[in-house]
């Protein structure tokens, strides 16, 4: 009875175990794959800490991105907002980033130095990052600021252009200053996406202006909290296609405009860069002719694996209808979707041609992709 009591508990606490197990929340990392010539490198360089207005130590931004699986980040406090300043006097404007270096150490994440130059509009807000040190930012007025961080070399982009906050009409504004700002070089890059808003003005002002797209989090608080990622959320984040994953690699990518922004599963960013990224994305798995009594049908079954973080809904722009679908299909993120495919006659290959409608290229602009199928194996 003794030894029967043993097995039971044996019996209960497995399956205890089993239950504590299946309730721990799975991490989920962000990932997409390489496209030709460039490594696709997941970043963040809009985030703060206490040394600002944030509600964290450097290190747990360290650890956020390294359970999210980003390839880079910095930390970009205000220089000119310093509600802690009673607790943390914070003298040394450079040491949330020494911080974070330190505690990034053999991780393999790349931390990059910055800070966040805060104005009212106009310029409003922008961050310095590769900012060698943000001491020398301090009591600067508005345009020499800009002028010193580029003189110490940094990369600077415009902050939420679109923020409500500064600009009522929630609309991104391209002013006399803004265009001073991005004619003598000093801005570079410009956020379409800053934590929850994304902004089509902003697009647009990127477009026209060769400014380099960025999406950040603007994070104060936490990831998981403010990005719901345990019921599938993720943050805004910068896809950086670098030739190596190095701090010079995302410098030149940077400098030359090769990002793209995923922002809520939407992808945003210029043709040249989210083809290649989409179409990387979706692997055939599978092509079978299905068959009909008298032999082969010419309906054509194909498993497609979605092998990136984002789902994909495709718009058919083909003359093909399919058997099982409507005009739109749904590629879930990490998973197989079968779609079958009625090409009306036999044909050893053919294209299907879809348009990425969560995929937005320029204001009201999706971007078109290929998928190749054969149906004759070699
Ligand atoms: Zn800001
Ligand atoms: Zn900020």
């Known amino acids: 009875m003794k030894h029967f009591k043993n097995v039971l508990f044996f019996i209960v606490s497995f ?23 460039y490594k696709t490198l997941v970043c963040d360089f809009h985030q703060h800490t206490v040394f600002s207005d944030g509600e964290v130590w450097p290190t747990i931004r360290v ?30 404007r450079n040491r949330p980033y020494h911080i974070a270096l330190e505690a990034a150490e053999n991780t393999g994440l790349l931390v990059f130095s910055g800070s966040e ?34 003189k110490q070399g940094a990369f600077v982009f ?53 400014l380099t797209m960025i999406g950040s989090s603007d994070i104060h608080d936490l990831i998981d909290w403010h990005y719901n990622t345990a019921e599938g959320g993720h943050r805004p984040v910068t896809l950086v296609f670098a030739k190596e994953n190095n701090e010079e690699s995302v410098r030149e990518a940077l400098q030359l405009g090769r ?7 939407t992808l945003i960013g210029k043709d040249e860069f989210l083809v290649p990224l989409i179409q990387q994305s979706i692997v055939i798995r599978k092509t079978q002719i ?17 092998i990136s973080d984002s789902d994909y809904i495709l718009e058919n722009q083909t003359d093909f209808t399919f058997y099982d679908n409507t005009d739109v299909v749904m590629l879930k993120a990490n998973a197989v979707t079968t779609i079958q495919v009625k090409p009306l006659k036999a044909l050893k290959t053919f294209t299907l041609r879809f348009k990425v409608l969560n995929a937005v290229t320029a204001p009201k602009k999706h971007p078109l992709i290929n998928v190749n199928v054969y149906t004759v194996q070699n």
């Open 15 to 37: 399956f205890l175990t089993v239950q504590v197990c299946a309730q721990t929340p799975v991490i989920k990392t962000i990932g997409f794959p390489d496209i030709p010539g």
């Open 63 to 92: 650890r956020e991105a390294l359970n999210g699986g980003l390839d880079a980040i910095s930390i970009t406090d205000h220089i000119e907002y310093q509600p802690h300043s009673e607790d943390i006097p914070h003298p040394d």
């Open 117 to 150: 130059i805060t104005r009212d509009m106009p310029p409003g807000h922008a961050n310095a990052i590769f900012l060698p040190d943000a001491n020398k930012l301090v009591g600067l007025d508005s345009m020499e600021v800009f002028r010193e961080a580029k």
């Open 158 to 210: 415009w902050n939420h252009p679109h923020w409500y906050a500064q600009s009522p009409n929630g609309t991104a504004i391209l002013t006399r200053i803004h265009k001073q700002l991005i004619k003598e070089g000093l801005i570079k890059g410009i956020e379409i996406v800053n934590e929850h808003s994304y902004s089509d003005e902003a697009l647009k002002i990127a477009i026209d202006n060769k």
């Open 259 to 265: 990002t793209a922004v995923w922002f809520d599963q």
């Open 290 to 306: 299905m068959e009909s009594y008298t032999g082969k049908s010419t309906v054509v079954s194909i498993s497609l694996e979605n």
